[in-house]
Protein backbone atom coordinates (compact mmCIF):
# COMPACT_ATOMS: atom_id res chain seq x y z
CA UNK A 1 0.00 0.00 0.00
CA UNK A 2 3.13 2.20 -0.10
CA UNK A 3 2.25 5.42 -1.95
CA UNK A 4 -1.21 5.08 -2.28
CA UNK A 5 -1.91 8.21 -0.17
CA UNK A 6 -5.17 8.79 1.49
CA UNK A 7 -6.54 12.39 1.49
CA UNK A 8 -5.00 14.59 4.21
CA UNK A 9 -7.08 16.11 7.08
CA UNK A 10 -5.19 19.33 7.94
CA UNK A 11 -3.37 18.33 10.76
CA UNK A 12 0.26 18.15 12.14
CA UNK A 13 1.61 16.11 14.85
CA UNK A 14 4.48 17.70 16.47
CA UNK A 15 7.01 16.75 18.87
CA UNK A 16 9.26 18.79 20.89
CA UNK A 17 11.94 17.00 22.63
CA UNK A 18 14.96 18.07 25.10
CA UNK A 19 17.79 15.58 25.66
CA UNK A 20 21.00 16.45 27.53
CA UNK A 21 23.99 16.55 25.14
CA UNK A 22 26.20 13.78 26.99
CA UNK A 23 22.49 11.48 26.54
CA UNK A 24 23.56 11.49 22.50
CA UNK A 25 22.81 7.35 21.82
CA UNK A 26 19.21 8.06 23.06
CA UNK A 27 18.63 11.79 20.85
CA UNK A 28 20.08 9.52 17.92
CA UNK A 29 17.75 6.30 19.07
CA UNK A 30 14.60 8.95 19.08
CA UNK A 31 15.64 10.48 15.77
CA UNK A 32 15.62 7.20 14.07
CA UNK A 33 12.64 6.20 15.17
CA UNK A 34 10.47 9.47 14.47
CA UNK A 35 12.44 9.63 11.09
CA UNK A 36 11.22 5.98 10.45
CA UNK A 37 7.30 7.53 11.84
CA UNK A 38 7.98 9.79 8.91
CA UNK A 39 8.53 13.14 11.22
CA UNK A 40 10.49 15.78 9.46
CA UNK A 41 13.10 18.22 11.67
CA UNK A 42 12.23 21.94 12.00
CA UNK A 43 15.73 21.72 14.50
CA UNK A 44 16.01 22.04 18.62
CA UNK A 45 14.60 19.22 18.98
CA UNK A 46 11.41 20.02 17.07
CA UNK A 47 10.21 17.46 15.18
CA UNK A 48 6.79 17.64 12.96
CA UNK A 49 4.71 15.24 10.90
CA UNK A 50 1.52 15.36 8.61
CA UNK A 51 0.31 12.15 10.05
CA UNK A 52 -1.44 13.02 13.34
CA UNK A 53 -2.69 8.82 13.02
CA UNK A 54 0.74 8.14 14.72
CA UNK A 55 -0.10 9.76 17.68
CA UNK A 56 0.20 7.19 19.80
CA UNK A 57 3.49 5.70 18.49
CA UNK A 58 4.85 8.36 19.04
CA UNK A 59 3.71 8.67 22.86
CA UNK A 60 4.59 5.72 23.27
CA UNK A 61 8.44 5.84 21.70
CA UNK A 62 8.67 8.87 24.40
CA UNK A 63 7.70 7.09 26.95
CA UNK A 64 10.52 5.29 27.04
CA UNK A 65 11.37 6.60 31.13
CA UNK A 66 14.90 7.78 30.22
CA UNK A 67 16.16 10.01 32.64
CA UNK A 68 16.85 13.46 31.92
CA UNK A 69 14.40 13.47 28.72
CA UNK A 70 11.64 15.80 28.29
CA UNK A 71 8.90 15.67 25.56
CA UNK A 72 5.59 17.46 24.27
CA UNK A 73 3.31 15.97 21.90
CA UNK A 74 0.90 18.34 20.14
CA UNK A 75 -1.77 18.18 17.44
CA UNK A 76 -2.88 20.98 15.33
CA UNK A 77 -4.04 22.59 12.48
CA UNK A 78 -2.66 25.69 12.29
CA UNK A 79 0.11 27.32 10.82
CA UNK A 80 0.84 31.20 11.57
CA UNK A 81 4.31 31.61 9.53
CA UNK A 82 4.21 28.95 6.82
CA UNK A 83 2.34 27.84 4.20
CA UNK A 84 1.93 23.61 4.84
CA UNK A 85 4.21 22.66 1.55
CA UNK A 86 6.85 25.74 2.80
CA UNK A 87 6.67 23.49 5.95
CA UNK A 88 7.34 20.67 4.05
CA UNK A 89 9.85 21.91 2.01
CA UNK A 90 11.82 22.90 5.35
CA UNK A 91 11.58 19.81 7.27
CA UNK A 92 12.43 17.11 4.52
CA UNK A 93 15.22 16.56 2.09
CA UNK A 94 12.52 17.09 -1.07
CA UNK A 95 15.11 17.24 -3.39
CA UNK A 96 16.90 14.42 -2.40
CA UNK A 97 13.77 12.29 -2.35
CA UNK A 98 12.46 13.62 -5.72
CA UNK A 99 16.32 12.64 -7.69
CA UNK A 100 15.56 8.95 -5.97
CA UNK A 101 12.10 8.48 -7.65
CA UNK A 102 13.50 10.14 -10.94
CA UNK A 103 16.39 7.25 -10.53
CA UNK A 104 14.21 4.29 -9.93
CA UNK A 105 12.04 6.02 -13.27
CA UNK A 106 14.90 5.87 -15.12
CA UNK A 107 15.96 2.68 -14.30
CA UNK A 108 12.89 0.97 -14.54
CA UNK A 109 10.56 2.90 -17.30
CA UNK A 110 13.20 1.30 -20.32
CA UNK A 111 13.50 -2.22 -18.92
CA UNK A 112 12.15 -5.18 -21.18
CA UNK A 113 13.48 -8.02 -20.11
CA UNK A 114 12.38 -11.10 -22.87
CA UNK A 115 13.70 -14.13 -21.48
CA UNK A 116 12.48 -15.99 -17.69
CA UNK A 117 16.15 -15.43 -16.45
CA UNK A 118 15.99 -11.53 -17.41
CA UNK A 119 12.40 -11.11 -16.05
CA UNK A 120 13.50 -12.70 -12.92
CA UNK A 121 16.91 -10.53 -12.02
CA UNK A 122 14.62 -7.63 -13.18
CA UNK A 123 12.21 -8.20 -10.83
CA UNK A 124 14.60 -8.83 -7.86
CA UNK A 125 16.06 -5.32 -8.99
CA UNK A 126 12.92 -3.96 -9.15
CA UNK A 127 11.57 -4.91 -5.80
CA UNK A 128 14.99 -4.53 -4.25
CA UNK A 129 15.13 -0.79 -5.66
CA UNK A 130 11.20 0.05 -4.21
CA UNK A 131 11.60 -1.44 -1.13
CA UNK A 132 13.94 1.46 0.34
CA UNK A 133 11.25 4.00 -0.52
CA UNK A 134 9.55 3.59 2.55
CA UNK A 135 12.67 4.14 4.50
CA UNK A 136 13.15 7.45 2.96
CA UNK A 137 9.69 9.10 1.94
CA UNK A 138 7.16 9.92 4.78
CA UNK A 139 4.57 9.74 2.37
CA UNK A 140 3.97 12.89 2.82
CA UNK A 141 0.34 14.21 1.48
CA UNK A 142 0.23 15.42 -2.52
CA UNK A 143 -0.71 18.49 -1.35
CA UNK A 144 2.28 19.61 0.54
CA UNK A 145 4.61 18.26 -2.44
CA UNK A 146 5.86 20.29 -5.11
CA UNK A 147 3.84 19.83 -8.48
CA UNK A 148 4.75 16.69 -11.06
CA UNK A 149 5.59 14.70 -7.54
CA UNK A 150 7.08 11.30 -9.15
CA UNK A 151 5.88 8.92 -6.30
CA UNK A 152 2.91 8.47 -8.16
CA UNK A 153 4.38 7.57 -11.27
CA UNK A 154 6.92 5.38 -9.56
CA UNK A 155 4.17 3.42 -8.25
CA UNK A 156 2.37 2.78 -10.91
CA UNK A 157 5.73 1.73 -12.91
CA UNK A 158 6.44 -0.34 -9.85
CA UNK A 159 3.20 -1.88 -9.99
CA UNK A 160 2.89 -2.35 -13.95
CA UNK A 161 6.70 -4.13 -14.20
CA UNK A 162 5.28 -6.46 -11.05
CA UNK A 163 2.29 -7.65 -12.82
CA UNK A 164 4.51 -8.06 -16.39
CA UNK A 165 7.34 -9.63 -14.88
CA UNK A 166 6.20 -11.26 -11.41
CA UNK A 167 4.43 -14.41 -12.95
CA UNK A 168 7.50 -15.16 -15.02
CA UNK A 169 10.07 -14.64 -12.28
CA UNK A 170 8.54 -17.09 -10.07
CA UNK A 171 7.93 -19.62 -12.53
CA UNK A 172 11.58 -19.15 -13.43
CA UNK A 173 12.72 -19.61 -9.62
CA UNK A 174 10.91 -22.91 -9.36
CA UNK A 175 12.73 -24.39 -12.49
CA UNK A 176 16.14 -22.92 -10.74
CA UNK A 177 14.96 -24.24 -7.06
CA UNK A 178 13.75 -28.05 -9.04
CA UNK A 179 16.99 -28.12 -11.10
CA UNK A 180 18.96 -28.08 -7.84
CA UNK A 181 16.98 -30.47 -6.16
CA UNK A 182 17.12 -32.90 -9.16
CA UNK A 183 21.16 -32.16 -9.15
Not at 31 to 40: C, D, H, P, V
Not at 98 to 109: G, N, V
Not at 156 to 175: T, V
Amino acid sequence: SFGDQPAWDGRWLLVAMTIPEERREIRYRFRTQLEWLGFGSLGNGLWISPHAEHESEALALLDSGEVGVESFVFVTDRLASHTPAELARTAWDLDSLQQRYDAFLREFSGQRPETPEQKFSSWIRLYSDWRHFPQFDPELPESLLPPEWPRGRARELFLACDAQWSGPAIEYFRDLDGQTLDS
